[in-house]
């Protein structure tokens, strides 16, 4: 009888799902024949992913994201480097680092192990799974044997019966000459060295770094591969995590939300959960701890004014002025659409009230409604909608259509597309605006002050900065109605003049 021939590829997958439901078990293998043991641990020993699954369950929550995945290669398939992982609260850098360091310390790739923290307190603690998984794994101990060596097994410095030592050092404090026996120290992991203090003292991020540059680097074997990975997001625009980017073979920065506003890691972190942070810590807050970016308050607009408004009757007119952020969403992700009440009153331009949010299209147009229902008979309002050459087929093909369903019940509301040339947009803002906050003469209404909406305008022009890492979207909509506003004025002004004859002028020089 001739025995079926078993493709490779059906041979991966009795393997994967062997060892998923193994994993799922919970024990050691302990009925296996010697050499079936051995045949496993190189099988899993050639897939670090079924590896880490099978040694690690109880950290395996979660699939691993794609991006976990590529730094593990990268880690795994080069003994010299130099890596900086400036990954979000809440992604697993940690535990992903440590399975790396145990999978390389059992293995025999990695001999000596320093790992670095902002204090020698945290430094060992970060270190206690590390040795609590080597005394205490089943798996680890049934596969790998006793790790646990007598009389060199503390919290902060132990070293495995294998001879594999790992070490804690808080920050300043110096590992020069740190070798066990004839192995100097070929793998440095440095988490969390940022503080939020330290952050704000640039002496002392200048003096850790130099730290860093001389006892902890310089501790290495010039002539064996030596490993560096640091651990931390991004906290302060100069901090040692900066410094070190400026240095890495590759620095890997992953937020907890990708550049479309998802999840960058979905089968952990649902969108919801993340939507429930945001809504209760400050967006400076947010962007710092985990979208990798720190933002200063007041790099451009340090403070914005907030005033009493003229009554509506005084203003020769209003500009209602928008821009529709070609979205149809209301999901808190893309652009925000826009639409805010400027008028202009002895020199001063007054932001009245508005809107500012991730809406859906029929929203965006019902805005313009309730603003004139706002103003009433009180004086004229001109209507805009930014319309440059990106959004000129959105807003013919989306909003006129909307504007005129709309018109039927509602009533006629004449809408006029702004398809100014706009220079950049930072400049824009910068250029036209600040000048007018510095004097005390763009001025929020201070009735408006409860208003989400208005607030969230505010939050804006105080994150402003020139690399535009943060939306400007309601910034960038009260620059297009100041403009407008102010081309009106010199159009009355210019119109109010009176032509008549000129008189002679009979002086001779």
């Given at each position: 009888?001739?025995?079926?021939?078993?493709?490779?590829?059906?041979?991966?997958?009795?393997?994967?799902?062997?060892?998923?439901?193994?994993?799922?078990?919970?024990?050691?293998?302990?009925?296996e024949?010697?050499?079936?043991?051995?045949?496993?641990?190189?099988?899993?020993?050639?897939?670090?992913?079924?590896?880490?699954?099978?040694?690690?369950?109880?950290?395996?929550?979660?699939?691993a994201?794609?991006?976990?995945?590529?730094?593990?290669?990268?880690?795994?398939?080069?003994?010299?480097?130099?890596?900086?992982?400036?990954?979000?609260?809440?992604?697993?850098?940690?535990?992903?680092?440590?399975?790396?360091?145990?999978?390389?310390?059992?293995t025999g790739?990695?001999?000596?192990?320093?790992?670095?923290?902002?204090?020698?307190?945290?430094?060992?603690?970060?270190?206690?799974?590390?040795?609590?998984?080597?005394?205490?794994?089943?798996?680890?101990?049934?596969?790998?044997?006793?790790?646990?060596?007598?009389?060199d097994w503390?919290?902060?410095?132990?070293?495995?019966?294998?001879?594999v030592?790992?070490?804690?050092?808080?920050?300043?404090?110096?590992?020069?000459?740190?070798?066990?026996?004839?192995?100097?120290?070929?793998?440095?992991?440095?988490s969390?060295?940022?503080?939020?203090?330290?952050?704000?003292?640039?002496?002392?991020?200048?003096?850790?770094?130099?730290?860093?540059?001389?006892?902890?680097?310089?501790?290495?074997?010039?002539?064996?591969d030596?490993?560096?990975?640091?651990?931390?997001?991004?906290?302060?625009?100069?901090?040692?995590?900066?410094?070190?980017?400026?240095?890495?073979?590759?620095?890997?920065?992953i937020?907890?939300e990708?550049?479309?506003?998802?999840?960058?890691?979905?089968?952990?972190?649902?969108?919801?959960?993340?939507?429930?942070?945001?809504?209760?810590i400050?967006?400076?807050?947010?962007q710092?701890?985990?979208?990798?970016?720190?933002?200063?308050?007041?790099?451009?607009?340090?403070?914005?004014t907030?005033?009493?408004?003229?009554p509506?009757?005084?203003?020769k007119?209003?500009?209602?002025?928008?821009?529709?952020a070609?979205?149809n969403?209301?999901?808190?992700?893309?652009?925000?659409?826009?639409?805010?009440?400027?008028?202009?009153?002895?020199s001063?331009?007054?932001?009245v009230?508005?809107?500012?949010d991730?809406?859906?299209?029929?929203?965006?147009?019902?805005?313009?409604?309730?603003?004139?229902?706002?103003?009433?008979?009180?004086?004229?309002?001109?209507?805009?909608?930014?319309?440059?050459?990106?959004?000129?087929?959105?807003?013919?093909?989306?909003?006129?259509?909307?504007?005129?369903?709309?018109?039927?019940?509602?009533g006629?509301?004449?809408?006029?597309?702004?398809?100014?040339?706009?220079?950049?947009?930072f400049?824009r803002?910068?250029?036209?605006?600040?000048?007018?906050?510095?004097?005390?003469?763009?001025?929020?209404?201070?009735k408006?002050?409860?208003?989400?909406?208005?607030?969230?305008?505010?939050?804006?022009?105080?994150?402003?900065?020139?690399?535009?890492?943060?939306?400007?979207?309601?910034?960038?909509?009260?620059?297009?109605?100041?403009?407008?506003?102010?081309?009106?004025?010199t159009?009355?002004?210019?119109?109010?003049?009176?032509?008549?004859?000129?008189?002679?002028?009979?002086?001779?020089?």
């Amino acid at each position: 009888m001739a025995l079926k021939k078993v493709s490779n590829k059906q041979v991966e997958a009795d393997w994967g799902n062997y060892i998923k439901n193994f994993i799922s078990s919970g024990g050691a293998a302990l009925n296996e024949t010697t050499a079936e043991k051995k045949k496993r641990i190189q099988r899993l020993e050639k897939d670090f992913e079924a590896w880490k699954m099978y040694y690690f369950p109880k950290y395996c929550t979660a699939p691993a994201a794609d991006f976990h995945k590529r730094a593990s290669r990268r880690v795994l398939n080069n003994p010299e480097w130099y890596e900086c992982r400036v990954w979000s609260r809440e992604l697993a850098k940690d535990v992903v680092c440590m399975i790396e360091t145990l999978y390389q310390a059992l293995t025999g790739i990695k001999k000596c192990i320093i790992l670095i923290s902002n204090s020698n307190d945290n430094a060992n603690d970060l270190l206690k799974p590390y040795k609590l998984n080597l005394e205490r794994n089943a798996r680890i101990i049934n596969d790998y044997g006793k790790q646990e060596s007598v009389g060199d097994w503390k919290d902060g410095n132990f070293t495995t019966t294998k001879g594999v030592a790992f070490y804690g050092f808080g920050a300043g404090q110096s590992p020069r000459g740190k070798r066990k026996e004839e192995v100097r120290p070929d793998k440095v992991i440095i988490s969390d060295i940022d503080t939020d203090e330290n952050a704000r003292n640039p002496d002392l991020i200048k003096e850790r770094w130099k730290w860093f540059e001389s006892a902890v680097f310089g501790t290495r074997s010039v002539s064996k591969d030596t490993q560096y990975i640091w651990l931390n997001n991004l906290i302060a625009k100069d901090c040692c995590m900066a410094r070190a980017m400026k240095m890495a073979d590759k620095v890997d920065m992953i937020n907890l939300e990708d550049k479309n506003g998802n999840s960058s890691w979905p089968e952990k972190n649902k969108q919801h959960h993340i939507e429930r942070i945001k809504s209760k810590i400050s967006t400076a807050a947010y962007q710092a701890e985990y979208m990798n970016n720190p933002l200063s308050e007041g790099d451009v607009f340090k403070e914005m004014t907030w005033g009493r408004v003229p009554p509506l009757n005084r203003f020769k007119f209003l500009i209602a002025y928008g821009d529709p952020a070609p979205s149809n969403s209301k999901n808190g992700k893309g652009s925000y659409k826009s639409v805010f009440l400027i008028g202009c009153y002895d020199s001063r331009y007054y932001v009245v009230t508005g809107f500012l949010d991730h809406e859906t299209n029929a929203t965006y147009v019902d805005w313009y409604y309730s603003l004139r229902d706002y103003v009433g008979e009180k004086t004229q309002v001109y209507n805009y909608i930014e319309n440059n050459t990106l959004q000129d087929p959105f807003y013919e093909q989306v909003f006129i259509p909307l504007f005129s369903e709309a018109s039927k019940t509602k009533g006629f509301i004449g809408i006029v597309p702004d398809d100014r040339k706009k220079p950049d947009k930072f400049s824009r803002i910068e250029g036209n605006l600040e000048p007018l906050n510095r004097m005390g003469k763009l001025i929020l209404n201070e009735k408006e002050k409860e208003n989400k909406h208005m607030q969230r305008l505010e939050e804006q022009f105080k994150m402003l900065n020139a690399k535009m890492k943060f939306p400007a979207d309601g910034a960038d909509c009260i620059e297009g109605g100041v403009w407008i506003a102010r081309e009106k004025l010199t159009a009355l002004q210019n119109d109010s003049y009176s032509v008549g004859s000129r008189r002679s002028n009979n002086k001779r020089y």
